[in-house]
């Protein structure tokens, strides 16, 4: 089979991007054309335009040159064509957001009291001063007061709107940053086209109709095009059509390449023929885009339409499913969702296998749950108890009747008690913990973007706290990628420098270079340093880049012989992948022979020769004898120095023979003639042994999974510290690791895995079904007391399953393929070790913001919930006011948390073992601070709420009557009250029972302010503040009595800590994760409808504030600009790296799932189940190795 190139009319060039006048096609014409597949695409083309040539005249581009690049040309193709971008989905307004915020529940009854506390307040029935009904009026001394009512009812609304704005503002600012992140992911995407000969990389929005794309091994499709020239191109278009084999283009067959695919195999060229709403991604955008109302049912048909929105789980690749997720923005989801637990109650659900919900948001919402039924039953408890108090203590001892015009006032004091527990069950409930959680991990992404860490999946940041395995690569990652070659053996001799060129016989010399040269990448090159006497940059892949160099420091250039035979002219390529794990270019000779040139992995390549080049340049022959002896003599000895071994051969197939088969790939790569075997040095990265130290020193294994030669692989982890001497670790290849770890079979066992992997450090040759096996194996491992959580890092396209199965997947920015980006949860910018070891530090810091955030909110939780309970039930009156406790839960909450949630990292967070899923959020050290403080500051506030008047020599402020003016006394309680907060918010910046509790304090100006700016504040509202806030102004020695009573906090937490934990076993923990019964049950109840525990416990008990809690799942999330709509899928629907890709999701396929039988169907909603099918990716697996096969139901 002749390489797919189209012929070059000559005097096709740049020039005619040029032409005046408008395109010899349309955007229907292109459009009719792109929705053709195969067969019909190619006659269609033939008909009408002749050759795709036929299509690049019209479209006035050269195949060779591409455009001009001149902007009034671009701009012209802008205006017919499009631009290749797709509209985000309008982020919600202001008002929407105001909208949400008010849904809460909480705030709804508090909204519904005061409005009711309004209407009473202005109400003055006839007799309403009677006496008959009980001491109601103000004071004698201010007749004015009593007609101030309203003003609580008022101060109780303005808070709310204050709350509201608050939210609202803080979801506002959390949108935008993230479709800034957005935007900036979709900025750095770039993609490499051909303008005036010269290949360049531009922004994918860039690109416009016309222009010639260069595409590769790894790319994902920005626009939709057609083939000009590919070599052994295969396409995994399942991301469109469901369909999970890989599709072969060529020019003859099948050359149209469509948006959102992804390159599996080979390379080539295309023209543009559609770029934004008008490629094959951009239409499918625009139907799932249609209005909000007719989403739902259009997603629904689609089901039973099939192809383009299909949503059947395809059968793929090592097991992976994949699915197409609509574009759409989390909008109209809660409304549909609705809809949807309608409709589609009668399903029985395929579960694909799914990321749990990240530890800290397990834990966060069991707590969250056990909180607010406290709370709940705190609330009712006070209505109750207050509601009781008053009618026994007015009919049954003060024997009153219930008179016809007291009515209204009786309803007062009910609406009073009504607020008074409503205000309970506010401040019970951690309001501010999703907004603490949501800060936290913003402040974090942004910060760790300056340590080259691109977040795109915001639990992640957190859940990388966690991490206790490590699964790195090694080229790039551990080492800097800036491959030389630094010793060679050519001509029977063992060169330990590069050799001079005159050293080497002519003949070898030639056929050397020419090997190199030809059989590589073109877009592989060696470019000048950018800055003088700095290093030539490397572009593309860094292995070629290695054996460029070595042919410059032959004294040679590989450019001339490149452009004597141009890519077109190759005849056929084998482009590398990770089963062959060797390249070859076969050229067609003049005398109608043909000569393929050949470079791989050494002992791959050299079980393949029959004969090597002798020191005259003449092939004699090489047994396998004399293979062993190389192996041992010159392969294993460049190998224990760390080098990657490389062998580059060529074949000759004489024209007498005739053309040989191409396709069987065993009788072509055989019989090959060695020319040479090279060492290529990856430099370890000086900061790498430190970093892995840091690692193992915080409780992280490092294991090393590479492709490479395992003495390659040995040596260079020896040099970063994984592998230390005289430690008992297993290195071994993938070969001897799939034999440990299946049975008779070829399945995958887990008790076999559990008896490998804790002891494993490295794993060599390894293709990437053993990283995904090794992964699962890992997570699904239950040997270790708590569940291990693994973070990955990979770069190629068959590092997708991994990654995505990973708890944490890290891709690398700069050698990263589109498609591991995708898969990735945290994108290395730097590509290096070390940013992993930051992100570990920030992870970390997230979870103790948290913890501190907690140990501070539930202290001010505890006291003000046992203070308005307890004083309500003695004094009928809630010490602290509706309007103080709104303002304490609005500024404590959201002013804390901003304050602890932005606590900066410090090194010493390595010095701890990680948490693990199973540690509670609240430890035994945090549960003695809390309940510490707490017993301080209710005996204070006791003691100011009964003897207060006597202390400070004031009037009493207890069983006063409805309306009467505020009290110094409760003043002084209050003021009190935030006081202790105040300074208590210091004490909550340690949680691991520090004794300095302001190391660091400067460090962080955000709490600095935040505390200063609280005291101001309530400065401003004590002295001014007045009615509406039950506040009467203090002298200065009160204010000082105050304050000091408030620093007692901080002694007070020197003396608690002093008391050790460890003889405290009656306290207990609180905010645990789950425990492995649970995760058990969970994994017996996943074929139902999926509903998490805590909304379980949630529905059981009605409980008020449930959309607060739904809260913190949404704000954990990132904002995602496109959420697909349906329920049915799996639970985070990843954030495209460019907003208008609809791409595969990976979802590895566990076994037990693969031996479901197939799900029933109802109605017209058909959920296939995934397949595992052994695709070309999987490696040079048996297909035993793969999940046994299910069958999909035909649709």
Known sequence: MANNTADHPPGNSVAEGNHDGDFGMAVTDLRDL????????????????????????????SPIEGLSGNPVDLEKRHTSFGKNFIPPKKA???????????????????????????????????????????????????????????????????????????????????????????????????????RKGQVIQIPVAELVVGDIAQIKYGDLLPADGILIQGNDLKIDESSLTGESDQVRKSLEKDPMLLSGTHVMEGSGRMVVSAVGLNSQTGIIFTLLGASEHDEVKKVKKSKKQGPPENRNKAKTQDGIALEIQPLKSEEAAESEEKEEKEEVKPVKKV???????????????????????????????TVIILILFFVINTFAIQGRTWLAECTPIYIQYFVKFFIIGVTVLVVAVPEGLPLAVTISLAYSVKKMMKDNNLVRHLDACETMGNATAICSDKTGTLTMNRMTVVQAYIGDTHYRTVPEPDAIKPETLETLVNSISINSAYTTKILPPEKEGGLPRHVGNKTECALLGLVLQLKRDYQPIREEIPEENLYKVYTFNSSRKSMSTVLKNADGGYRMYSKGASEIVLRKCSRILDPQGQPRNFKPKDRDEMVRKVIEPMACEGLRTICVAFRDFPAEAGEPNWEVENDILNDLTCIAVVGIEDPVRHEVPEAIAKCQRAGITVRMVTGDNINTARAIATKCGILLPGEDFLCMEGKEFNQLIRNDQGEVEQERLDKVWPKLRVLARSSPTDKHTLVKGIIDSTVLETRQVVAVTGDGTNDGPALKKADVGFAMGIAGTDVAKEASDIILTDDNFTSIVKAVMWGRNVYDSISKFLQFQLTVNVVAVIVAFTGACITQDSPLKAVQMLWVNLIM?????????????????????????????????????????????????????????????????????????????????????????????????????????????????????????????????????????????????????????????????????AIPTHHLKFLKEAGHGTTKEEMHAEELTEGDDEIDHAEMELRRGQILWFRGLNRIQTQIKVVNAFRSSLRLESPESRNSIHSFMAHPEFVPLSEEEARNPPIEESGDEIESLPSASSGATGGGEPPSALPPRSQEPSI
């Open 893 to 1057: 909450d959201t002013l804390a948390s901003l304050a602890l949630a932005t606590e900066p990292p410090t090194e010493s967070l390595l010095l701890r073992k990680p948490y693990g899923r199973n540690k509670p959020l609240i430890s035994r050290t945090m549960m003695k601070n809390i309940l510490g403080h707490a017993v301080y500051q209710l005996v204070i506030i006791f003691t100011l709420l009964f003897a207060g008047e006597k202390i400070f020599d004031i009037d009493c402020g207890r069983y006063t009557p409805l309306h009467s003016p505020p009290s110094e006394h409760y003043t002084i309680v209050f003021n009190v009250f935030v006081m202790m907060q105040l300074f208590n918010e210091i004490n909550a910046r340690k949680i691991h029972g520090e004794r300095n509790v302001f190391e660091g304090i400067y460090k962080n100006p955000i709490f600095c302010s935040v505390v200063l700016g609280t005291f101001v504040l309530q400065i401003v509202i004590v002295q001014f503040g007045g009615k509406p806030f039950s506040c009467t102004a203090l002298t200065i020695d009160q204010w000082l009595w105050c304050v000091f009573i408030g620093v007692g906090e901080l002694l007070w937490g020197q003396l608690i800590s």
């Open 351 to 381: 579960n694909v296998t799914k990321k749990e919900k990240s530890v800290l948001q397990g834990k966060l919402t069991k707590l969250a749950v056990q909180i607010g039924k406290a709370g709940l039953i705190m609330s009712a408890l």
């Open 34 to 61: 792109m929705e053709l597949r195969s067969g019909e695409a190619v006659t269609l083309i033939q008909d009408t335009y002749g050759d795709v040539q036929g299509i690049c005249r019209r479209l006035k581009t």
């Open 92 to 194: 919600k307004s202001f008002l929407a957001l105001v909208w949400e915020a008010l849904q809460d529940v909480t705030l709804i009854i508090l909204e519904i009291a005061a409005i009711i506390s309004l209407g009473l307040s202005f109400y003055h029935p006839p007799g309403g001063d009677n006496e008959a009904c009980g001491q109601v009026a103000g004071g004698v001394e201010d007749e004015g007061e009593s007609q101030a009512g309203w003003i609580e009812g008022a101060a109780i609304l303005f808070s709310v709107i204050i709350v509201v704005l608050v939210t609202a503002f803080n979801d506002w600012s959390k949108e935008k940053q993230f479709r800034g992140l957005q935007s900036r992911i979709e900025q750095e995407q770039k993609f490499t086209v051909i």
